[in-house]
C-alpha cells in the first residue's frame, strides 16, 4: 500500500499532541476543548449526550449499510 504524507502527518501530529499530555485522555480532551473555546467557532453536537444521536435524527444512507 502507497504511504499517504497527509495521513502521516495527522498520524505524526496525533502522536505529538498524545505525548505533549503524558498520553493522558482526560489532559487530551480537556486541552482540545479549551481550544474550541477559545477559537470562537461555534461548537455543535449531534448527539444527546448519551450516546445516542437526538431524536429525529437519521444517519445518512451510506452510514445505515
Known amino acids: ?9 495527522v498520524r505524526r501530529i496525533r502522536e505529538e499532541q498524545a505525548a505533549k ?3 493522558d ?7 482540545a476543548k479549551k481550544r474550541q473555546r477559545r477559537s470562537g467557532l461555534k461548537v455543535v ?6 450516546g445516542m444521536p437526538r431524536k429525529g435524527l437519521r444517519p445518512a444512507a451510506s452510514a445505515r449499510r
Open 1 to 9: 500500500m502507497a504511504k499517504d504524507p497527509i495521513v502521516d502527518e
Open 21 to 23: 499530555y503524558a498520553f
Open 25 to 31: 485522555l482526560k489532559a487530551i480532551l480537556a486541552a
Open 45 to 50: 453536537s449531534l448527539a444527546s449526550g448519551n
